[in-house]
């Protein structure tokens, strides 16, 4: 009798198990995301069935290393190999690894995911394109108005070598997606908006409240923040200046960063989320030209003005950085740091990264500040020695 009971209870049991092998097969075949040692930053394309992959114009063509992350029990293949590709290695974080060749006049490869189950193969496309950072930020652009906060977009014309002047802007917008306070892109730290010094655009950089999750994390504040580099969500909740990777390489001598402002203060400051009686907020502008013999070696909101591998800084005097509801122009020369000068050698390598920085809140990166603080910037521009 017992075997008669138990019988019904294993073919539901292994029925069962077989319904939950079957589900555990992903049929996802996609390219989440493609980052490498020399990729400045990366733009959807074709229905977000391929990528532009923008590159330093320093980097070996020859020899790029890409990463891609893939569902969850995808496999990735070349679609189109070519001499001088590697084979696509698995890491054990799930992602795959292919080291490409480009430098053989084509720019462009093709890649094909394929899901877990087989039942999927997308192709991907990526184009690598050769950029250095333009001089003037006019605020114009933004890279896809269909994200759900602005990442802003500069970009000049081809010069007549193929070389693209771009910068893909970033801010700690998605750590603010985090905390569920946004329901429109206007609702996040650091947006466009109409109000232009010139051109009907530029930047707002305003410090907003977190809300209560934000209070969990003890992170009771956000600044509006804008900065060349790149954003580590995934570091973001545990160590938050550590989370903003500062400086894309850079091959020219700096001597001034212009440009113009308007700022609003917040009216109660806080830290840890209490209320500090006589104290106001205040903004920040800077930028620094730093070593960076590694690429991969970055600074960070805990040591981009403080790091020995500074050279030059340029940064807003705080005796200047008033309130004012017109549009300010601010002119702020590079100086000397560490005892160190430019090496021309070095420079033309591509061994000198540019950080330039701008906050809403200027303790922002340590929670600290007035939510309502709000730095409106336009038409910043970068004077070099090479230009001149």
């Not at 070593?291 to 005097?317: K, Y």
């Amino acid at each position: 009798m017992k075997v008669k009971q138990l019988l019904p209870c294993f073919l539901l049991t292994a029925a069962l198990s077989a319904c939950i092998q079957d589900e555990a097969l992903n049929v996802e075949a996609a390219i989440d995301a493609c980052t490498g040692t020399d990729v400045q930053f990366t733009n959807a394309i074709n229905n977000n069935r391929g990528f532009n992959i923008y590159v330093n114009k320093g980097a070996d063509l020859s020899r790029q290393t890409l990463t891609f992350t893939i569902p969850e029990g995808a496999t990735l293949e070349i679609a189109d190999r070519t001499e001088g590709d590697s084979d696509v290695t698995a890491n054990e974080d799930g992602t795959y690894t292919a080291v490409l060749n480009f430098d053989n006049g084509n720019h462009t490869r093709r890649m094909t995911v394929i899901s877990e189950d087989g039942s999927n193969r997308v192709e991907y496309q990526l184009n690598v394109i050769l950029m250095e950072l333009p001089s003037r930020y006019h605020f114009e652009r933004l890279q896809n108005s269909n994200e759900p906060y602005h990442i802003l977009l500069e970009e000049e014309p081809v010069t007549s070598d193929g070389l693209l002047r771009t910068l893909q802007w970033c801010s700690a917008n998605p750590g603010y997606e985090l905390t569920a306070m946004a329901s429109t892109p206007q609702d996040y730290p650091t947006v466009q908006v109409d109000e232009g010094y010139e051109g009907s655009k530029c930047v707002k950089l305003e410090t907003r409240n977190t809300g209560s999750l934000g209070a969990m994390a003890g992170m009771h504040i956000a600044a509006g923040n804008l900065f060349t580099g790149s954003f580590d969500l995934s570091s973001a909740l545990d160590n938050a200046p550590a989370a903003t990777h500062f400086g894309v390489q850079f091959y020219k001598t700096p001597t001034r960063l212009k440009g113009y402002y308007k700022f609003k203060r917040g009216e109660v400051y806080t830290e840890n989320g209490q209320t500090v009686d006589g104290k106001q907020d205040s903004f920040d502008i800077y930028a620094v030209l730093y070593e960076a013999e590694d690429n991969a070696f970055m600074l960070d909101g805990s040591n981009s003005l403080v790091h020995p591998s500074i050279v030059l800084m340029a940064r807003i005097n705080q005796a200047d950085a008033v309130e004012t509801d017109t549009w300010t122009a601010f002119d702020l020369p590079f100086e000397s740091r560490n005892g160190k000068n430019i090496d021309a050698q070095r420079l033309a390598d591509g061994k000198y990264k540019l950080a330039l920085v701008f906050s809403s809140s200027i303790d922002g990166a340590y929670f600290r500040g007035a939510v309502g603080s709000t730095l409106y910037l336009d038409e910043v521009e970068l004077i070099c020695e090479e230009d001149q």
